[in-house]
T-cell receptor
Framework: SQTIHQWPATLVQPVGSPLSLECTVE??????LYWYRQAAGRGLQLLFY??????ISSEVPQNLSASRPQDRQFILSSKKLLLSDSGFYLC?????????????????FGPGTRLTVL | GQNIDQPTEMTATEGAIVQINCTYQ??????LFWYQQHAGEAPTFLSY????GLEEKGRFSSFLSRSKGYSYLLLKELQMKDSASYLC??????????FGTGTKLQVIP
């Protein structure tokens, strides 16, 4: 069966500090991977998605970046955190579905990282 | 653009039935999801509708009308553990999933 891991579970960082959040998936190959942010009282905002190693698409211009160094590893980074970066960060995966449009499958979420920037 | 509307909060009684509505306007449509999210936790998948009609899965059912841009999630025989936020999400195709802000359901005794 497939599992998705995220760490750390919680993080408190000062403004201006760097960030690195990691997500790994087990039990599947060539998944589509996603980073979402959920701010308090707001919906899920798609930040980045990746359909393969080294392939990253950004949805929202901001001070965050993402990388996919391995098939089942997805990393979210920042060089300098802002107060507005606080939120619940969720990684998700879905099975790659080919030419018909990759996102016809269900997304499965990791446990999330709660980030507080002070 | 993408727009999804659902009520912010609802309250229902244990053992009762509740219907959570979702309306959407999206530039593309490749299916609609419902997720359940307990406070402080990640969303978990409940249902997926791509064709018009009702999909039933135990105590939960989901309905879709593509021509009306409308869906609902029906929860029967409510239990206290059903207290959670319910997220409506539309797959606009090609990695584009837009989530609503969620409906916070409180089940009371």
């Amino acid at each position: 069966s497939q599992t998705i891991h995220q760490w750390p579970a919680t993080l408190v960082q000062p403004v201006g500090s760097p960030l690195s959040l990691e997500c790994t998936v087990e039990g599947t190959s060539n998944p589509n991977l996603y980073w979402y942010r959920q701010a308090a009282g707001r919906g899920l905002q798609l930040l980045f998605y990746s359909v393969g190693i080294g392939q990253i698409s950004s949805e929202v211009p901001q001070n965050l970046s993402a990388s996919r160094p391995q098939d089942r590893q997805f990393i979210l980074s920042s060089k300098k955190l802002l107060l507005s970066d606080s939120g619940f960060y969720l990684c998700a995966w879905t099975e790659e579905t080919g030419d018909s449009g990759p996102l016809t499958g269900t997304q499965y979420f990791g446990p999330g990282t709660r980030l507080t920037v002070l | 653009g993408q727009n999804i509307d659902q009520p912010t909060e609802m309250t229902a009684t244990e053992g009762a039935i509740v219907q959570i509505n979702c309306t959407y306007q999206t530039s593309g449509f490749n299916g609609l999801f419902w997720y359940q999210q307990h406070a402080g936790e990640a969303p978990t998948f409940l249902s997926y509708n791509v064709l018009d009609g009702l999909e039933e899965k135990g105590r939960f059912s989901s309905f879709l009308s593509r021509s009306k841009g409308y869906s609902y999630l029906l929860l029967k025989e409510l239990q206290m553990k059903d207290s959670a936020s319910y997220l409506c999400a539309v797959n606009g195709g090609y990695q584009k999933v837009t989530f609503g802000t969620g409906t916070k359901l409180q089940v009371i005794p």
